[in-house]
């Protein structure tokens, strides 16, 4: 985003423009800020692009300056000056329940909007449930110049969208598995799900369980895979599969079908903290204890995680990080710019009151429950 020599700027505030005496005071323009602060317009545009090239002390003679005379960009004329729109988009399609209970994009968001109010971009978000009117939200962003580019979240298996964005001349930034393409801007996911296997089998787990996702979208096969793969690795069958959609509703009747399952678990691994939390619920309804009876893993370390009982043991991963990241990323490619390196923290395994060894391992080895 320039600021270019050019622009006049946006006070805001009575000091640097209004009415003064009966007369209309002139507009405070990047010339003012250089002017005072002694340097050269070049330089002024040059801090609030947060480019290379101005030494720290005329740095902050400028911003000093500018908040002297109240001046800031005026995001809204550089946009039209530059045919932008100084705004990207988020289109999410999920089930309201699923939206209305699930921390990830309230998280994710933050940490866009974290990057994007320093740099004058807005977000454009829309909510949609079905195909078609996603289809058709991307179409707007396009034809009606809305936004200058998207975030593309939830990809699915054999996914259209980045061939259909690319077609529209919108650029983009793919979440996804970093194991999964090297090229999306992600987290480990399958790192987190394969500690979680080592975690309970190191406790002495054998039947180790797990409610997948659903089967469209890309993160959830990778978690699933993870599991498996750990499992054989392990030297352990995989245990049966429930797929969820993670919702709670789902999560608690995957419980109840692995409950009653004829080689029942002794220890489940979820493919999210809402769909582990109703796992608990569901099993404690029937008179399960948790841990004693079955040890419960979620994953994402949602802010009620730890406060459930028992305490939720789970993978965590920095959301506001990941969303702040993409923010930096679709600026840089709109921009015209190379995006730096992402650097995201690694996913990490948060151990807490919901697992603990099986009840009677014996037992459990020969497959006899008590």
């Known amino acids: 985003m320039d600021v270019t020599p050019t622009d006049e700027g946006s006070p805001s505030g009575s000091a640097a423009s209004g009415i003064r005496n009966g007369q209309r005071e002139r507009k405070v323009t990047i010339g003012d800020v250089a002017a005072r602060a002694g340097v050269s317009k070049s330089a002024v545009s040059f801090v609030f692009n947060g480019r290379p090239g101005v030494g720290d002390t005329a740095r902050e003679r400028i911003l000093e300056a500018a908040r002297e005379l109240d001046w800031r960009p005026d995001a809204r004329a550089r946009a039209l000056s530059r045919s932008r729109a100084q705004a990207l988009g988020l289109v999410i399609r999920r089930e309201p329940e699923l939206l209305s209970t699930d921390p990830f994009f309230p998280q ?43 975030f593309l979240t939830d990809l699915r298996i054999d996914d259209g969208r980045p061939a259909a964005l690319e077609a529209l001349g919108m650029p983009c930034v793919q979440l996804g598995s970093a194991e999964d393409d090297p090229s999306l801007i992600g987290l480990d996911d399958a790192a987190g799900v394969r500690r979680a296997v080592r975690h309970l089998h ?32 392990l030297g352990l069958e995989p245990g049966p599969v429930v797929v969820g959609d993670f919702t709670g509703a789902s999560g608690a009747r995957a419980t109840h079908e692995l409950l009653d399952h004829p080689q029942s678990p002794t220890a489940i691994i979820y493919a999210n903290d809402i769909m582990a939390i109703a796992g608990v619920s569901a099993a404690i309804d029937r008179g399960v ?37 993409c923010a930096r990323t679709l600026v840089a490619i709109v921009e015209g710019e190379p995006p730096a390196p992402v650097e995201l923290p690694p996913v990490e395994f948060v151990v807490r009151g919901s697992t603990a060894p099986p009840r009677n391992r014996a037992d459990q080895a020969s497959g006899v429950d008590e």
């Open 202 to 233: 190191a406790l002495g787990h054998q039947r180790i369980a797990h409610v997948a996702g659903s089967d469209r979208y890309v993160h959830s096969r990778v978690r699933r895979h993870a599991w498996a793969d750990e499992m054989l690795l």
């Open 108 to 150: 994710f968001v933050a940490g866009v909007e974290s990057t994007l109010s320093t740099v004058g971009y807005a977000l454009v978000l829309q909510v949609v449930q079905s195909e078609q009117a996603e289809r058709d939200a991307y179409s707007r962003f396009a034809h009606e110049a809305r936004v200058d580019g998207v």
């Open 289 to 325: 204890r948790v841990p004693r009876d079955l040890s419960i893993v979620g994953f994402d370390d949602i802010p009620l995680a730890p406060y459930v009982i028992p305490p939720l043991t789970t993978v965590r991963q920095d959301v506001f990080q990941w969303g702040s990241a």
